[in-house]
């Protein structure tokens, strides 16, 4: 009841603390993207190959470029305040809705690969870090050496002339069938066969992070006090590894998974480009090169919050996993 | 007995069907298919009359129709006007609309549409239109199968940017009295085009089905066309060889990969239909600088640079030798002369080494004459290895070069308003006429600060001005043709800018699809004859 009750306490607590903290990031973002020069006027007139001075001054006026920064800057905030989040002159389309059509393969893509990741890797680490410097263990450390160092681009290449190329058993790139257009279920089975490359390729890398945290955390408690009093008490060793070291050893794991929700979202840009998956990491790496401030300006908003939002999760995990660790 | 290439024309003339005479000969259409294209980057928008972006151009030619289409000998043919005809001083052009004509939506095409599209869009908000339509007046609609356009100086040039990639014709029913730039109709087209638009889902894909009423009886032959936007080049590759994209032009893949994608059977490539783009790769001196105000420097510059080397080993063979400001596709019209200072020849190292001498420049103890930075135009991997070769062939003449890249934003600025440059690499297209695509990389009214595309350089002279001028307004063909032999001349001898390749744009295509490539403007082409074999 009283857990119950503070930790809704302890949510509301974190989520004003949050208001402060966006306001800053609102802040230094808008400062920081408007020290890349050039602007989106010169970029657009750029892509057009051709362009005559009524022209770039029309762009200009439009995108608000002739406004001083202060000016430009207050617009800015009283969009995020009233959570509209601009319009983006270059999609021409509110930013609100292009990254509402963006998230959603972006949190299905960031879902599966920590699931996938985590499952392994937890997995792995711990029927590596149960019996160190077996052969079980070698093999399992240098697959997850291997899977952190190769970079991903050149994994998810690799997969595509193996699955889509050689194999003919997946496609290539995109989220859907473009030529099919299928409906209902035959749509979800669809999606799920696009989804499987890149989640694997993403998964990897980070599957072999934790591994490598998962071994090191169990090798660290199987000697703890309490596993000695486990194994005094008759307990097996079975019994002793899930019930007690799991558990303690999966914190940092969740430490992890709440810093690498940003890194994620990053991360997947070039699985996203590899893959052509509609995800929002490319969105916001056009948005950089095309100077769509307002655009790219929105993603790391909505970036700003997910890392917040998840974060809060992550501390009331903790209190799940361990209660001794108080919510306060 | 008429010939086949004059039926044909007849043919074409007479509206029944539009195909240069090769393609016909390949067997019958059948209706059905659909074509999936890879677009390179995904389009920001789909208003092609407000922007010239190419990715735009590729789907809204599917959609958009214009007043004409051309020809391989670079001659406007029928397309929603049916024939034209230019009065004795070249001021008044009539235009004969196609009757029975529909939009997409259902309402019918009428002269009052093509004088909102040129007098209220193209005119007005066009990147390119404001200057090619400066001279345009008035367009009168006197019937509703009648425009007739006034002008207030000669501008055959007009003729040259018809199409309905260059000048798409809107219905002036949705557009009249909204705001033009940010209409409803912008990402939700209707145009006269074989294809309707039906749905974009950002970072994926474009649909166009099938439009049931297009004005050409029994065409499109193809139920849709899909564009795709795959942003990495070894994805698309692949995505061509397991016949996910069957189409892929202006370099969707990559130069590398075309000659072992078109090794496989039932994958080919051509560098037709770019007629009426050809980008010039160049090397853009800013001449207000030393040491390149002075012009023995850039001759000599000009000589020390390799052209058959840099086709052959940078863009894998897809590309001429240049010669000067205007590209040899403007040869069917007579503009194009190979008749000026030649730099590409075989002792142009030493020639080089003789001129920056004389021009005061002598090799000090180690060997280098001066220093520079060399910066890169940020359009791909090509222009880093050109880049690269730069240096090694500036090095040779006792030049050190600090190569400098950086991203499009940063560079557009450095190069057009900044101007803070000395020598950078660059690529501009003559597109359809020199007016369009001339006037503004040489002539002094073009060096406008901010304005990205134009005459960075710096350089101008009067008579290259007065001779760009008349050839603006001049109407019979041959004596335009000599003032640009003239221009072309007096611009090769001052060297504002090395013109180093006529590049060659490639496409790359699936051989089930026909009638892909059958005019100059390619990819930027309605497809309405395109159809698939089984």
């Known amino acids: ?328 | 007995m008429t010939n086949r290439r004059d039926f044909l024309q007849t043919l074409a003339a007479s509206g029944a069907i539009l195909l240069p005479g090769h393609a016909l000969a390949q067997g019958s259409p059948k209706q059905g298919g659909t074509l999936v294209m890879d677009i390179l980057p995904e389009p920001p928008t789909l208003a092609s009359y407000l922007s010239t972006s190419g990715p735009i151009g590729q789907v809204s030619a599917k959609f958009y129709d214009g007043l004409c289409e051309y020809d391989f000998n670079l001659k406007p043919v029928p397309s929603l006007a049916t024939s034209w005809t230019m009065s004795g001083d070249g001021k008044t052009v009539t235009f004969k609309l196609r009757d029975g004509v529909k939009f997409h939506d259902g309402s019918p095409f009428s002269s009052a549409d093509v004088q909102f599209t040129f007098m209220d869009v193209l005119k007005k908000f066009h990147p390119r239109g404001i200057n090619t339509f400066r001279s345009l007046q008035a367009v009168d609609a006197p019937d509703p199968q009648t425009a007739v356009f006034h002008l207030d100086t000669p501008a055959p040039y007009m003729m040259m940017a018809l199409s309905g990639y260059e000048s798409p014709i809107v219905p002036k029913k949705l557009f009249a009295g909204t705001d033009i730039q940010n209409s409803k109709y912008a990402n939700n087209p209707v145009g006269t085009g074989p294809f309707k638009f039906v749905e974009w889902q950002r970072g994926q894909y474009m649909r166009f089905d099938r439009n049931p009423d297009y004005w050409r009886p029994g065409q499109p032959h193809l139920d849709r066309i899909v564009a795709r936007f795959i942003g990495d080049a070894q994805t698309r590759s692949a995505a061509m060889q397991t016949q996910e994209i069957n189409y892929g032009g202006f370099g969707a893949i990559p130069y590398f990969d075309v000659g072992r994608l078109t090794k496989i059977p039932g994958i080919a490539s051509t560098t037709r239909g770019y007629e009426m783009q050809s980008p010039i790769v160049e090397l853009d001196f800013n001449t207000r600088v030393k040491p390149f105000d002075d012009v023995r420097v850039r001759r000599a510059i000009s000589y020390a640079i390799d052209r058959k080397f840099v086709i052959d080993n940078i863009w894998f063979g897809f590309g001429k030798p240049a010669t000067g400001p205007i590209s040899s596709n403007f040869a069917p019209s007579g503009i194009y002369t190979s008749d000026v200072r030649n730099y590409n020849v075989p002792n142009g190292v030493e020639m080089a080494n003789k001129l920056l001498d004389e021009a005061g420049y002598p090799r000090k103890g180690d060997g280098t004459r001066f220093e520079i930075v060399h910066d890169v135009t940020p359009y791909g991997d090509e222009w880093q290895r050109f880049g690269e070769y730069v240096k090694q062939a500036l090095a040779k003449i006792g030049i050190k070069a600090t190569i400098r890249y950086e991203d499009v934003p940063t560079w557009l600025r450095r190069i057009y308003t900044d101007y803070d440059f000395q020598l950078t690499s660059n690529w501009l297209q003559n597109l359809a006429d020199p007016v369009i695509g001339i006037d503004r990389e040489y002539s002094s009214w073009s060096i406008k600060k901010g304005t990205v595309f134009v005459n960075g350089t710096g350089w101008s002279s009067p008579e290259t001005d007065k001779l760009m001028k008349d050839a603006a307004v001049e109407i019979d063909p041959k004596k335009r043709a000599d003032l640009y032999h003239q221009f072309q001349k007096l611009v090769v001898d001052a060297v504002p800018l090395i013109w180093v390749f006529e590049l060659q744009f490639v496409t790359v295509y699936d051989t089930r699809f026909k009638n892909l490539v059958v005019s100059p403007l390619g990819t930027y082409s309605p497809f309405n004859a395109v159809y698939v074999e089984s």
């Open chain 1, 1 to 328: 009841m009283s857990v119950a009750r503070d930790r809704a306490r302890y949510i509301g607590w974190r989520l004003a603390q949050a208001v402060p903290t966006l306001l800053l990031i609102v802040t230094l973002n808008f400062l920081l993207v408007h020290l890349a020069p050039g602007n989106a006027a010169d970029v657009l007139a750029g892509e057009a190959g051709s362009a005559t001075p009524q022209y770039m001054a029309v762009l200009r006026h439009e995108f608000g470029l002739d406004q001083p920064l202060y000016v430009q800057y207050l617009d800015y905030l009283r969009n995020v305040v009233s959570l509209d989040l601009g319009y983006s002159f270059r999609e021409g389309m509110p930013v609100r809705d292009l990254i509402a059509t963006r998230l959603g393969p972006t949190l299905l893509l960031m879902g599966t690969t920590i699931v996938l990741s985590i499952g392994l890797g937890v997995l792995l680490g711990l029927l590596a870090g149960t019996r160190p410097n077996s052969l079980r263990d070698n093999v399992i450390s240098v697959f997850a050496l291997v899977s952190y160092a190769t970079p991903l681009f050149w994994v998810g290449l690799m997969l595509i002339v193996l699955f889509a190329i050689e194999l003919r058993w997946l496609p290539t790139s995109g989220m859907v069938n473009i030529a099919a257009f299928y409906t209902g279920w035959a749509k979800v089975g669809d999606i799920a066969r696009h989804l499987v490359l890149p989640a694997i390729t993403l998964s990897l890398f980070y599957m072999a992070l934790y591994v490598r945290l998962m071994r090191a955390s169990v090798l660290e408690q199987r000697d703890m006090d309490y596993v000695v009093t486990a194994r005094s008490k008759g307990l097996t060793e079975r019994a002793i590894t899930y019930r007690h070291v799991l558990r303690n050893a999966s914190l940092p794991i969740v430490t992890m998974a709440g810093v690498q929700i940003g890194n994620l979202l990053g991360g997947s840009v070039v699985v996203e480009t590899v893959f052509g998956w509609p995800g929002i990491g490319l969105l916001a790496y056009k948005a950089l090169f095309a100077r769509d401030l307002n655009l790219l300006l929105g993603v790391f908003f909505v970036a700003a919050c997910l890392v917040i939002l998840v974060n809060i999760v992550v501390d009331v995990i903790y209190t799940m996993l361990d209660p001794r660790i108080a919510l306060r």
